[in-house]
């Protein structure tokens, strides 16, 4: 993961990962209304980024890690989450993707529920005039998608678990948060959970 200190990503797209490493002092990005740009890929900035966006007035620390960074006069604590002081207004309509179908789908078959060896299987095949669109194409593996082949659900026998939609960018978001990366820093948890049922 390569990211670039010089250049301000507004929408923190300079280190998101599903796999996030301690090591890399990542800051969680959250929203004007502190809620996280996205959880899945995880809305995190490298530590350069996080920085520069200090320096520029364009966000708030919220939480700091115990690493500092120093130069010639000044030490600056590494931003753990910082939240933008500009509202991003999050896109409603989710890109048409791979990876978008398998997350409405929580990255399971459609058809027999394994999570292996994914791929995607047209509802309507394409060799019968089905198209790539949200309502036509389920998460299959690969063995129920070679089993289903070129045959429609009625003809094969084999269907879905829920009936495909477009899903909104909520619904791809709460369903991200059954995902988390491998690393959660401690400080990230009041701002990716706020939800979940408090304890006593």
Partial sequence: MQCVAGRLRQKGDCGLNAHVSPNGWPA??????????????????????????VFLDRVNIIAHYDKAVHSPSVEIRLPSVVSLK???????????????????DRFACQYCGS????TFDHLLPRSRGGHKTWSNVVTACA??????????????GM?????????????????????????????????L???T????
């Fill in 193 to 195: 959970y706020w939800d």
């Fill in 86 to 104: 500009t509202f991003v207004r999050p896109s409603t309509n989710p890109a048409f993707t791979r990876f978008n179908v398998f997350l409405r």
């Fill in 28 to 53: 969680l990005v959250l929203n004007a209304d502190f809620r996280p740009l996205s959880y899945y890929p995880l809305s995190l900035w490298c530590w350069q980024d996080a920085i520069k966006a």
């Fill in 159 to 191: 269907w879905p678990s829920q009936t495909p939609f477009q899903p909104s960018v909520h619904h791809l978001h709460r369903n991200g948060r059954m995902f988390p990366p491998n690393y959660l820093h401690e400080s990230w948890l009041d701002y």
């Fill in 115 to 118: 999570d292996e060896d994914l």
């Fill in 143 to 156: 063995n129920c998608n070679l089993r289903k082949g070129s045959k429609t659900p009625s003809e094969s």
């Fill in 197 to 200: 049922e408090l304890d006593p």
